[in-house]
């Protein structure tokens, strides 16, 4: 495979996708992506920037050439057409150019990538995971998933919504393509030819999508399965129960991957006890953890110098010009000041710092809805740089504590100043916390505030949950710990799409053991998985009642307990991330449904909660609006931040037409109540 790509992305696919599934299109991490595979000769992306205009910085920051298509009709436009002439034109004319890839989820290019497979281009497809329709990923060589691409799940999500049943898929195709090479009589068989093989049975196989960098690191965890072996410092990978000759034998492959604090066997003596024991949770070290929840709220992805250098800048222009400028206005001018300085800052780079000071509350809006388009003044407390930088960082510490962890001053210090010895400055981030009441030292353990350990047991969105973990019996034969509740949360996953009943049982039980690790202070138990089960229970019950019940008027307390439990500035926002859209759509829905009304077309699964918020709040039927209203009220006091999105989208896409405006202006209202 060469190592040029020639890249053609469709746009408007792309980012209505993103648009509808609440997500921040970043190219940043995508682009890190392509460059893994290959040096990028030719890169385009093709859409109408009249509606995209506020994506095209980005793109040329990472050096996209933005052709425009124009529509022909509303929600229709040529990209398709143009796509392939031009990827048809590069296979022609460029010989050196051996790997196409093709970022979309239509089905329309399934052809063009049949056509560059025919010129002997090797084809690598990328497509979001629910929408991108088989007969494109079946055509490509490799389909990897958008999702995994930009870093949205990893191998600390190995029990996400969907990545429990991919996880069983991929080793199902990995002894699939062992037997394939056992009848040829081809074992054991190089690592690299294995995967080749695996991909020509199932294109949408990378290990990318299940939570892994390489692919020799998800061999090494599926040793339970497999044994590897080394030969010329290659990999070489056979079935558990092979019977290797002395050429085999006397090479084992010598795993550097540890399980539970021992080496992963893989000798062939071992083969055997491998397969034989269950697999077992990987512990995670503190500082694992740590990075893990500075990951999902993306607090991480910035270094140290730029993080500090824009915050001060961010500190002077609200000092010397309070509310002369909106969040746009103003990241928009450091980002041209930058550009002037030949300084490599994207406005998305610039953005995730000031989420920092925004979840800390460091700005002030002066009683107008939070947005970016109002404008901002710096918090009234904050009365210097450091004070104002010390207030935005007093989140990574925040976090930890919301996440149930012990802290460790070293490790933060480290990760946050590259520093270790500076555990000073920890500790006045924990007495800003204090000194604000988000947090208290209770026996020297620092914590949310509340009367328990579990400092959300008394929150009222929360009351029909903990009624069911109260109330639910522990069968006398399961085990009790955090390790059951994660089998038990595994299990649940697996029955989701089956039987919402089963499911809610599962999650159910994974909630009162974790709740009850909590509350005996196991290791290990933290909050953050307790809420990941109760927003997965929450999810599941909610919709065992609506959709198999038709029970919409109990089914809405449980929505209202996942949107309490999934806010943006928490680690569970990008966890559940897949689930936001469809839970909020079907809450709506539900209105129709209560009062036996038609939800009429579009689809659900086409349409998003913008258009489904704008159709009720104009609807005929005013029993139907008054519902909705209501409805969204209660959605505005246990989230407000989401009903922000779902306003900022009526605007961004339909800000042309007074009846959308007004459906966002009724929205902004309530959270104004």
Same mark, same amino acid.
């Given at each position: 495979?060469?190592?040029?790509?020639?890249?053609?992305?469709?746009?408007? &696919?792309?980012?209505?996708?993103?648009?509808?599934?609440?997500?921040?299109?970043?190219?940043?991490?995508?682009?890190?992506?392509?460059?893994?595979?290959?040096?990028?000769?030719?890169?385009?992306?093709?859409?109408?920037? *009249?509606?995209?205009?506020?994506y095209?910085?980005?793109?040329?920051? &990472?050096?996209?050439?933005?052709?425009?298509?124009?529509?022909?009709?509303?929600?229709?436009n040529?990209?398709?057409?143009?796509? %392939?002439?031009?990827?048809?034109?590069? %296979?022609i004319?460029?010989?050196?150019?051996?790997?196409?890839?093709?970022?979309?989820?239509?089905s329309?290019?399934?052809?063009?990538v049949?056509?560059?497979?025919?010129?002997?281009?090797?084809?690598?497809?990328?497509?979001?995971?629910?929408?991108?329709?088989?007969?494109?990923?079946?055509?490509?060589?490799?389909?990897?998933?958008?999702?995994?691409?930009?870093g949205?799940?990893?191998?600390?999500?190995a029990?996400?919504?969907?990545?429990?049943?991919?996880?069983?898929a991929?080793?199902?195709l990995? #002894?699939?393509?062992?037997r394939?090479?056992?009848?040829?009589?081809?074992?054991?068989? #190089?690592?690299a030819?294995?995967?080749?093989?695996?991909?020509?049975?199932?294109?949408? /196989?990378?290990?990318?999508?299940?939570?892994?960098?390489?692919?020799?690191?998800?061999?090494?965890?599926?040793?339970?399965?497999?044994?590897?072996?080394?030969?010329?410092?290659q990999?070489?990978?056979?079935?558990?129960?092979?019977?290797?000759?002395?050429?085999?034998?006397?090479?084992?492959?010598?795993?550097?991957?540890?399980?539970?604090?021992?080496?992963?066997?893989?000798a062939?003596?071992?083969?055997?006890?491998?397969?034989?024991?269950?697999?077992?949770?990987?512990?995670?070290?503190?500082?694992?953890?740590?990075?893990?929840?500075?990951?999902?709220l993306?607090?991480?992805?910035?270094?140290?110098?730029?993080?500090?250098d824009?915050?001060?800048?961010?500190?002077?222009?609200?000092?010397?010009?309070?509310?002369? +400028?909106?969040?746009?206005e103003?990241?928009?001018?450091?980002?041209?000041?930058?550009?002037?300085?030949?300084?490599?800052?994207?406005?998305?780079t610039?953005?995730?710092?000031?989420?920092?000071? /925004?979840?800390?509350?460091?700005?002030?809006?002066?009683?107008?809805?939070? *947005?970016?388009?109002?404008?901002v003044?710096?918090?009234?407390?904050?009365d210097?740089?450091?004070?104002?930088?010390?207030? %935005?960082?007093?989140?990574?510490?925040?976090?930890?504590?919301?996440?149930?962890?012990?802290?460790d001053?070293?490790? #933060? %210090?480290?990760?946050?100043?590259?520093?270790?010895?500076?555990?000073?400055?920890?500790?006045?981030?924990?007495?800003d916390?204090?000194?604000?009441?988000?947090?208290?030292?209770?026996?020297?353990?620092?914590?949310?505030?509340?009367?328990?350990?579990?400092?959300?047991?008394?929150?009222?969105?929360?009351?029909?949950?903990?009624h069911?973990?109260?109330?639910?019996?522990i069968?006398?034969?399961?085990?009790?710990?955090?390790?059951?509740?994660?089998?038990?949360?595994?299990?649940?996953?697996?029955? +989701?799409?089956?039987?919402?009943?089963?499911s809610?049982?599962?999650?159910?039980?994974?909630c +009162?053991?974790?709740?009850?690790?909590?509350?005996?202070g196991?290791?290990?138990?933290?909050?953050?998985?307790?809420?990941?089960?109760?927003?997965?229970?929450? *999810?599941?019950?909610?919709?065992?009642?609506?959709q198999?019940?038709?029970?919409?008027?109990?089914?809405?307390?449980?929505?209202?307990?996942f /949107?309490?439990?999934?806010?943006?500035?928490?680690?569970?926002?990008?966890?559940?991330?897949?689930?936001?859209?469809?839970?909020?759509?079907?809450?709506?829905?539900?209105?129709?449904?209560?009062?036996?009304?038609?939800?009429?077309n579009?689809?659900l699964?086409?349409?998003?909660?913008?258009?489904?918020?704008?159709?009720?709040?104009?609807?005929?039927?005013?029993?139907?609006?008054?519902?909705?209203y209501?409805?969204?009220?209660?959605?505005?006091?246990?989230?407000?931040?989401?009903?922000?999105?779902?306003?900022?989208?009526? +605007? #961004?896409?339909?800000?042309?037409?007074?009846?959308?405006a007004?459906?966002?202006?009724?929205?902004?209202?309530?959270?104004?109540?």
């Open positions: 495979m060469s190592n040029q790509l020639a890249i053609f992305m469709d746009f408007e &696919n792309i980012a209505l996708w993103a648009e509808q599934e609440f997500l921040d299109f970043e190219l940043t991490p995508l682009m890190s992506y392509l460059q893994q595979r290959g040096s990028v000769a030719i890169m385009r992306a093709y859409g109408d920037w *009249s509606r995209f205009s506020r095209r910085e980005d793109l040329m920051n &990472n050096a996209v050439d933005l052709l425009q298509v124009f529509s022909v009709r509303a929600g229709k040529r990209a398709d057409i143009r796509m %392939a002439l031009d990827a048809l034109e590069i %296979a004319q460029r010989h050196q150019i051996d790997t196409f890839v093709i970022i979309s989820g239509d329309d290019f399934g052809p063009l049949t056509k560059l497979r025919e010129y002997g281009k090797y084809t690598l497809g990328i497509g979001p995971r629910d929408v991108t329709h088989p007969l494109l990923v079946r055509a490509c060589d490799e389909f990897v998933y958008i999702e995994a691409a930009l949205e799940f990893g191998v600390d999500d029990l996400s919504e969907t990545a429990a049943a991919d996880q069983e991929a080793r199902q990995l #002894l699939k393509a062992l394939v090479h056992e009848q040829r009589d081809d074992l054991p068989v #190089l690592a030819k294995l995967k080749q093989t695996m991909l020509l049975l199932e294109p949408t /196989f990378n290990e990318v999508n299940i939570g892994h960098t390489q692919f020799k690191e998800w061999l090494e965890r599926s040793t339970d399965l497999v044994t590897l072996y080394a030969r010329e410092n990999i070489y990978v056979a079935l558990p129960d092979f019977e290797p000759g002395p050429e085999w034998e006397a090479r084992p492959w010598p795993s550097s991957s540890h399980a539970n604090g021992q080496a992963i066997r893989t062939p003596a071992l083969a055997s006890a491998a397969a034989a024991e269950p697999a077992v949770p990987v512990k995670l070290s503190l500082r694992q953890q740590y990075n893990q929840i500075f990951t999902r993306k607090m991480t992805s910035v270094d140290f110098a730029t993080r500090r824009v915050l001060r800048d961010i500190y002077r222009e609200l000092r010397e010009r309070p509310g002369e +400028r909106t969040t746009d103003l990241l928009e001018e450091l980002c041209e000041r930058y550009e002037t300085q030949g300084l490599i800052r994207s406005k998305t610039l953005r995730q710092i000031w989420q920092m000071g /925004f979840r800390q509350r460091a700005f002030d809006y002066q009683e107008q809805v939070a *947005s970016v388009h109002v404008p003044w710096l918090d009234a407390e904050i210097s740089e450091a004070a104002f930088v010390q207030r %935005a960082e007093s989140g990574f510490v925040y976090a930890v504590v919301n996440a149930g962890l012990d802290i001053k070293v490790e #933060l %210090a480290q990760i946050l100043l590259n520093d270790g010895e500076h555990t000073e400055y920890i500790d006045n981030l924990l007495e916390l204090e000194q604000r009441g988000l947090v208290v030292a209770v026996d020297g353990r620092f914590m949310l505030p509340g009367h328990s350990s579990i400092p959300f047991a008394d929150e009222p969105a929360l009351q029909p949950i903990i069911d973990i109260e109330n639910v019996q069968p006398e034969n399961i085990q009790v710990g955090i390790d059951k509740a994660r089998s038990l949360a595994k299990t649940a996953m697996l029955q +989701r799409s089956q039987d919402f009943a089963a809610a049982r599962s999650y159910l039980l994974a +009162r053991l974790q709740w009850d690790a909590v509350e005996a196991e290791p290990g138990a933290t909050l953050e998985d307790l809420r990941w089960y109760m927003a997965s229970y929450a *999810s599941v019950r909610a919709g065992e009642l609506s198999i019940h038709r029970d919409y008027a109990h089914s809405r307390p449980y929505y209202l307990a /949107f309490f439990l999934v806010q943006e500035d928490d680690p569970l926002w990008s966890r559940m991330r897949g689930l936001i859209n469809p839970m909020l759509s079907y809450y709506w829905v539900n209105a129709w449904r209560e009062l036996g009304l038609n939800a009429g579009p689809s699964s086409a349409t998003t909660p913008a258009e489904i918020a704008v159709r009720a709040a104009t609807h005929e039927t005013q029993e139907l609006c008054s519902l909705w209501a409805m969204s009220n209660a959605l505005a006091e246990v989230n407000p931040g989401l009903l922000r999105r779902v306003a900022s989208q009526i +605007r #961004l896409n339909r800000g042309e037409s007074p009846m959308y007004q459906v966002a202006d009724s929205l902004e209202q309530m959270l104004m109540q």
